[in-house]
């Protein structure tokens, strides 16, 4: 169990108020402005099961805020308000936070008791917790119930995480003996660039010249306007505000719609299918730019001005770097090919585009990029990337990058092959499970579900790589993403794939065997059904066992690889038990 799960299930004092003015439905958080034009960022458990989200400024107006984006996983959510000319709070890089650094927090803790007015904390940074699905910045600064989703600031007064947690001192005494005293967490403001992304598609803008260090009389000062009071009302009355206790599995992070259709101006799929097509066509062709396979025949410097065609300048972003020029990308690229001479880069899989209505000629593109990079003097590079660009369109039709960005999600691993397997064996010897044209449409879904439970495990597929089963599972979900995934709303086909790999180096070892009846009906839309079915599972790793029992509930639609895709699937453990090696 990652960290943030075990602080939420055994320690939990996710730090908002269950209580405002002695309401019991209500609760409270704090959050932070992003932009003039009224987006805000906070813990995504603030707002959790909210039937309406109230944001107070600091000058006392009062404004009711859509849940644009968010992800459970990351504990992060992005709110919008309608309002212009708000302060903004700067983003720094949580990359560069050291131990010992000193932080400011600000935050509206204890409202029932204190009132609605900011609280200052500051401490220092004791210690980076990077074994977590989220990673965590351990602080000592004091966090108490309010301070969820509040700014966390460096020296300069940039913002560096956002505060989320605490140990409670009773809780970890009852669980394991000890007694903790301010260990308090903040989740990386790096984690939250994919919510930030979608507010400033070409990159966070950046101040001209470095930021001093202030005083902390400076940072609130300056700070203080921008940071709002969140009051929360339940859906449920009397519903506790702590975070419910982790799911089996992990969901996979991404972001969920604006609950009002037309509240706030978010990102759409992309639906023209001619579009669609010119925008896949691109993306693959500047993926393959930098091959060294496909421009053999070609000096080096050629292969770099061919590459660097596709952009315009200057980029907003690139990778880590903000605002970058033609000339310093000329220098990145030729370094990288000075450092790997032999690469090879594909598209795995589908193109995913979305639009910002805001920006009509901007387009959002995330895909796979496999990857294999050799030199002479060291061993070969090679895996899979989730990846993302920012498109502008032109009048004649064509296109280039203004941003570009990647999430290393396997490396190391042998190149494989996109599999084209149909079928696998039964666990019981018999013949091979395949979907038939001559069955019914309950018995090839039977078989399809069937396939997808036999997909991940290790033990009946024991001759497949690791890679090969993953991108198997890969093939059962619907095209294009995003769909609903164990609890995460409109989940990308990059964040399960991410997902996907995650689990199985958690869990080296799987067997799952479908037991009981299946249920299967029609769903809400035409040619979609519900399906209903039970899982034995028997996981392992170096250090401990788990087995029990868990019923899915699945949205199967006709079409896909398979003749089926999966629209959405969730999870509930029936039963389970852990042994320790």
């Avoid at 509040?150 to 140990?167: R, W």
């Avoid at 001005?305 to 020029?325: T, W």
């Avoid at 991108?471 to 095209?479: E, N, P």
């Amino acid at each position: 169990m990652d960290l943030l799960r075990w602080i939420w299930r055994f320690a939990a004092i996710a730090v908002f108020s269950g209580g405002w003015a002695q309401a019991q439905d209500m609760a409270t958080g704090t959050g932070f402005i992003i932009s003039p034009d009224g987006y805000i960022l906070t813990c995504d458990h603030v707002v959790q099961g909210s039937d309406k989200i109230e944001i107070m400024l600091p000058d006392g107006r009062k404004f009711e805020a859509a849940y644009v984006a968010g992800s459970k996983e990351r504990d992060l959510a992005l709110l919008k308000i309608d309002a212009e000319n708000l302060p903004v709070l700067p983003i720094g890089n949580s990359d560069e936070v050291e131990l010992t650094d000193e932080v400011t927090t600000l935050g509206y803790p204890l409202v029932d008791e204190l009132g609605a007015d900011v609280s200052v904390g500051s401490g220092t940074i004791n210690a980076r917790r990077e074994n977590t699905a989220t990673p965590l910045l351990q602080m000592d600064v004091t966090l108490n119930p309010g301070n969820s989703g509040g700014p966390v600031f460096n020296q300069q007064g940039e913002v560096i995480g956002v505060a989320a947690s605490k140990l409670d001192p009773v809780a970890t005494y009852s669980h394991s003996g000890n007694l903790s005293e301010r260990v308090n967490f903040a989740i990386p403001i790096n984690e939250g660039r994919w919510l930030i992304r979608r507010v400033y598609p070409l990159g966070f803008p950046k101040a001209a010249a470095p930021a001093p260090v202030l005083t902390k009389k400076e940072i609130v000062a300056r700070s203080k306007p921008a940071v709002v009071l969140i009051v929360v009302l339940l859906k449920d009355a009397g519903s506790s505000p702590v975070p419910p206790a982790a799911p089996a599995r992990d969901a996979a992070p991404e972001a969920s719609p604006a609950t009002e259709a037309g509240s706030v101006a978010r990102n759409e799929p992309a639906s023209d299918p001619e579009l669609r097509k010119s925008i896949g066509d691109f993306v693959r062709r500047f993926v393959k730019s930098g091959n060294s396979t496909e421009h053999s025949d070609r000096p080096e410097d050629d292969t770099i001005e061919n590459e660097l065609g596709y952009y315009k300048f200057p980029l907003g972003s690139y990778f880590d770097r903000e605002k970058v020029s033609e000339g310093d990308l000329r220098e990145i690229i030729t370094r990288f090919h000075s450092k790997w001479p032999t690469r090879t880069f594909n598209v795995v899989g589908e193109v995913e585009i979305e639009k910002r209505p805001e920006y009509p000629s901007l387009y959002l593109v995330t895909y796979l990029t496999e990857y294999d990079l050799r030199n002479s003097s060291s061993e070969p590079s090679h895996g899979i990337s989730s990846e993302g660009l920012v498109l502008v369109g032109d009048k004649r039709g064509g296109f280039w990058v203004l941003s570009v960005w990647d999430d290393k999600m396997k490396s190391g691993t042998a190149k494989s092959e996109v599999p084209v397997r149909k079928a696998t064996p039964a666990k019981d010897g018999a013949a091979e499970r395949q979907i038939m044209p001559g069955q019914s449409t309950e018995e090839q879904i039977r078989t399809f579900i069937q396939l997808f439970v036999d997909a991940g495990d290790t033990v009946s597929n024991a001759d497949d790589s690791e890679e090969h089963r993953v991108l198997f599972q890969m093939t059962f979900f619907q095209r294009p993403a995003p769909l609903d995934y164990f609890g995460a709303k409109n989940v990308s086909r990059a964040d399960i794939r991410k997902d996907i790999d995650q689990y199985h180096e958690r869990w080296p070892v799987r067997r799952y065997t479908p037991v009981g009846k299946f249920y299967i009906g029609p769903a809400q839309d035409p040619g979609h059904y519900r399906v209903e079915y039970q899982v034995e599972f028997d996981v392992c790793n170096s250090t401990k066992r788990v087995r029990g029992l868990a019923k899915y509930e699945a949205e199967v639609a006709v079409g896909g690889d398979l003749g089926f895709s999966i629209r959405s699937i969730q999870e509930k453990v029936l039963k389970s038990s852990t042994s320790r090696k």
